[in-house]
């Protein structure tokens, strides 16, 4: 199992599954994270977080924590 917090620079995958509860999930889906759209992990910061992503056109900046809970292809 391969989550976003994995992914090197530059790479472009696809989300598979969101773990996680609550208002948590729903945070991560409310900023266009679902499953089945492609990410590219844009920069990761010199300690590891956050994580700079693409999702649908715009930019967004991801915890580690929050990255973990992302399974991806």
């Known amino acids: 199992m391969k989550t976003l917090k994995d992914i090197a620079c530059g790479e ?14 729903r945070r991560i889906m409310d900023m266009g ?6 990410v590219y992990v ?6 590891g977080d956050p ?4 999702v649908r056109g715009y ?3 991801l ?3 929050d990255a973990e809970m992302i399974e991806v292809d």
């Open 33 to 38: 994270i679902t499953k089945g759209v492609q």
């Open 42 to 47: 844009r920069k990761v910061a010199p300690l």
């Open 12 to 25: 472009t995958v696809t989300v598979k599954k969101l773990s996680g509860e609550g208002p948590v999930r």
């Open 51 to 54: 994580i700079e992503v693409t």
């Open 63 to 65: 915890r580690k924590a």
């Open 59 to 61: 930019e967004l900046s």
